[in-house]
């Protein structure tokens, strides 16, 4: 069990468990989850880009789901499981979408690409899993990349849809 | 090649870009940095190549101006062409060196030895000698200058498959300088405006002083900031810094018409700089007026640096595309030796152009003073969609004449742009934002441009076509109601949209295949060689009247008239919105050192032209900046992303040519002549919208 600081007179605890370790996190109000995986458990694959939820390089997954982690209060995650790119060893899913953004250097400056990847992985980790439509469509709501790397992402998606469902790496 | 390459003369000593490390590794250092467009595996493949190592033998040491050369900036496609050419003969010099020492221990002469994997051997003999064994003998401590000139193996140890080191990391955690961590960092905000114009009169210090967790309020003239234990509680000072702020504005902006209307207003400092007498042959004239508005670099991660003084010295780390002058800047700011300043270069967010890296280096250093210990600091969503430099808003203004054949015999092109090149660095001054807000400020430079040929608004003005008597004129714009600077390509994207869209229009009138008409201008084999090949990859049919929403458009150019060729043809239907089906690419950057780095680099360039011109405008309002958030600059998304093909074209024997620009100009173009194919009518001014589209079908 990991257990951080208070961080003022309002904190409360809250237990959630971060790529397999129990933790428990002391935090004010609405203290969002990027904060807190960023700046005091040094998990920092998940990136700072707007704070708003628009351009999806923070996004986690929360109990499986793809969420966007500046505006998701601490609180609102409380108990549940929360994996970031950095938890890819125990998420099977998720390492084959990595392996396979690897492969075919899926990236530029790869600030975006952590949280497409994330995405994905909880997409595709979904039973029935969505078809590429589907995939499209949360990306375009959820996911924003400046380099133009999209068509290699789009490359990764009909490589990952070719593996059979349930497949990792 | 046998003189020393530019970069290399002004930065002779070998052991600013080459160490020997522990075996079997050999360190490299370029002053060209990593911006995501993968310069510096390129850069290692090249030394590599002539070091006779692999790939996973080179450490590819850290920008920093304490120890590695002075390239410059990182811009202009000139990575591999200049910094390459360094790298490459540095590396052979090295290579020389060390075979001369071998060739001592193994009692043979240089020409009779191979090196393989680091080894130096007599061919076909197994006894050998490494690199690292010979340590001791060679001395990296010497000019390049006073060495003979190496013979260059040149090439390359690509075979297609080699993959970016510095990805594997960034995919599975930290990279960026957002993620640098040191155990007594500090977190900094700094507090700017929502308008261009306003300037901070007085803010509350005192109570954002009494949050817990501050650490410094710096006030410093019409500049603010916080430093705080957590950047959480930085971004919570600020808000209250923000809230009791007074602005005083020192201008109105003129309205926002979305066609560059206030460029009516500004006095521009133009110059003639082709001017050739007009034939009097031209039987058909025709004339039309373009424009872009500014574009943002829109980068996905905020402008970030880490700063700390120690002893009088200060230490950055930056994601600045040009430490050097970024140092050099920090110390006239501070009244300092450029000795007492380092910049370390650190990974950012791609950045495409001069955004905010290098004022949050000052913006950081500033915040650092006040305090002992290191300070990260960020700028937020906001400020970096707005007080980033833009891409300069321009107007092109284009008329030609046309003989009784239908040939042209002269051609007239006025470009008026704001400056494209407001880097730090470049005239005297300082050009960090903080700068001018200081209690004893520093002026801007004056005004001016990218010089030619390179250019700045002037970037491809001038076209590659045999098109007669040219007149080209660049008429200088002072600053416009948004701060501009350099955005990948420049001047090309408006200039290349605008020439290209106007032969479109030319070939109508004279009746021609927009392709035919092109050649017929057209004698530089090279061009015509892209040409050929994006023609023949996209089955371009001259016969094809296009119509019923369907359409397909030709552009080209050869960036900057002395960069890689590049000609495009894109496919498009429109209906009440445009959807981009296909863009296909054929390009040639002669000598291609790493054939999926340049794909990718041409790929990224195709769909973020695809966005400016489609989709991209900064504008603003009475109140300030329009562009506050994500949610005020759209830009491509996934659904949107056209079939790409590219076709590389690389001619026996030719040099590299930086190829990270070439595509913006034809791109825009391509899309621009397609929905004209596709409905007509044209829209001449970027961003080519669904409202654009539908005005123009009814004007």
């Known amino acids: ?169 | 090649m046998s003189e020393c390459p530019a970069n290399l003369k002004a930065n002779p000593v070998l052991s600013s870009w080459l160490r020997l490390d522990d075996q079997p590794r050999v360190g490299v250092r370029s002053g060209k940095v990593e911006l995501g467009q993968g310069a510096t595996t390129a850069l290692a493949m090249i030394a590599a190549t002539e070091l006779g190592l692999e790939l996973d033998q080179i450490d590819i040491m850290v920008a920093d101006t304490a120890h590695g050369p002075d390239e410059g900036y990182t811009a202009g496609s000139f990575s591999i062409e200049h910094g390459g050419a360094a790298m490459r003969w540095a590396a052979a010099q090295l290579r020389e060196l060390a075979a001369q020492a071998a060739a001592h221990v193994l009692g043979t002469t240089p020409d009779q030895l191979v090196v393989e994997a680091g080894q130096f051997r007599r061919q076909g003999h197994n006894e050998g000698v490494s690199y690292w064994q010979l340590r001791d003998r060679i001395n990296l401590d010497v000019s390049a200058l006073d060495l003979p000139a190496p013979v260059l193996h040149g090439g390359t140890i690509d075979d297609g498959h080699l993959q970016r080191p510095d990805l594997v990391g960034k995919l599975s955690g930290a990279g960026f300088i957002q993620d640098m961590m040191f155990p007594d960092l500090l977190h900094g905000r700094v507090l700017r405006p929502d308008h261009p114009q306003d300037r901070l009169l007085a803010c509350d210090e005192a109570a954002v002083k009494g949050i817990e967790g501050v650490v410094a309020v710096v006030r410093d003239g019409h500049f603010a900031g916080v430093v705080a234990q957590t950047d959480e509680t930085a971004l919570a000072a600020l808000a209250v810094l923000r809230k009791s702020a007074q602005w005083q504005r020192q201008t109105e902006l003129p309205p926002d018409d979305g066609l560059n209307g206030w460029m009516d207003q500004a006095t521009p400092l133009s110059t003639c700089f082709l001017d050739e007498p007009q034939p009097e042959t031209a039987t058909h004239t025709h004339q039309a007026r373009y424009s872009r508005p500014f574009i943002a670099h829109a980068s996905i991660g905020p402008a970030c640096a880490v700063a700390h003084w120690h002893d009088g010295q200060l230490q950055v780390w930056s994601h600045s595309q040009g430490i050097y002058p970024l140092r050099r800047q920090l110390a006239r700011t501070f009244g300092l030796d450029a000795e007492s300043v380092n910049v370390t270069h650190a990974h950012g967010a791609g950045c495409y152009g001069h955004n905010g890296a290098d004022d949050v280096a000052l913006d950081a250093a500033l915040l650092a003073r006040a305090v002992k210990a290191p300070v990260m600091c960020l700028w937020t969503r906001a400020d970096e969609l707005s007080w980033s430099p833009f891409g300069a808003a321009m107007r092109m203004e284009l008329s030609a004449g046309l003989d009784g054949a239908g040939q042209i015999v002269a051609w007239n092109h006025a470009v008026w742009s704001p400056t494209h090149l407001a880097r730090p660095g470049f005239g005297d001054g300082v050009n960090l934002l903080a700068a001018g807000d200081l209690a004893q400020p520093h002026p801007r430079p004056p005004l001016a441009d990218a010089p030619r040929p390179q250019g700045g608004g002037d970037r491809n003005a001038v076209p590659l076509y045999d098109v007669g008597a040219r007149k080209i004129t660049h008429h200088l714009l002072p600053q416009g109601p948004l701060r501009s600077s350099a955005m990948r390509a420049l001047g090309a994207h408006g200039n290349v949209f605008a020439i290209e869209s106007f032969m479109d229009e030319l070939a109508m009138l004279a009746g021609r295949d927009p392709l035919a008409f092109r050649l017929a201008h057209l004698s530089e084999p090279r061009a015509r060689g892209v040409i050929g090949a994006v023609a023949k990859a996209a089955q371009w049919d001259a016969q094809d009247q296009g119509g019923e929403g369907h359409g397909r458009g030709l552009g080209f150019a050869r960036y900057k008239n002395l960069g890689a060729y590049c000609a495009v043809v894109a496919e498009v239907e429109v209906a009440e919105t445009v959807r981009l089906v296909k863009v296909t690419a054929a390009v040639d950057a002669g000598e291609v050192i790493h054939r999926d780095g340049l794909m990718n680099q041409i790929e990224g360039g195709i769909i973020q032209a695809a966005s400016w011109t489609l989709k991209e405008a900064a504008g603003w309002t009475q109140d300030g900046f329009k562009t506050r958030s994500w949610a005020d600059y759209p830009i491509l998304n996934f659904s949107e992303i056209p079939a790409i093909e590219i076709v590389l074209l690389a001619p026996e024997g030719a040099a590299s040519l930086g190829g990270g620009e070439c595509a913006a100009g034809p791109v825009a173009a391509a899309i621009g002549n397609a929905i004209a194919h596709a409905l007509g009518v044209r829209v001449r001014d970027m961003p080519l919208t669904p409202e654009r589209i539908t005005q123009a079908i009814h004007a």
């Open chain 1, 1 to 169: 069990m990991v257990t951080t600081q208070a961080t003022g007179p309002d904190a409360q605890s809250r237990h959630l468990t971060i790529n397999g370790t129990a933790v428990n996190l002391s935090v004010d109000g609405d203290t969002p989850l990027l904060s807190v995986l960023r700046e005091r458990m040094d998990l920092k694959g998940s990136r700072i880009g707007c704070t708003e939820g628009y351009c999806g390089a923070c996004t986690v997954l929360v109990d499986g789901k793809p969420v966007q982690s500046c505006n998701t209060p601490v609180w609102s995650v409380a108990g549940k499981t929360v994996t970031t790119i950095e938890g890819a060893d125990r998420h099977p899913v998720l390492a084959g979408v990595q392996k396979v953004f690897v492969e075919l250097q899926a990236a530029q400056c790869g600030y975006c690409t952590n949280g497409i990847m994330m995405t994905l992985a909880g997409l595709l980790a979904q039973s029935p899993r969505p078809d590429r439509a589907h995939i499209l469509a949360h990306l375009d709501e959820r996911h924003l990349c400046r380099c133009g790397v999209h068509v290699r992402v789009l490359k990764a998606i009909d490589r990952l849809l070719a593996q059979p469902e349930g497949a990792s790496a």
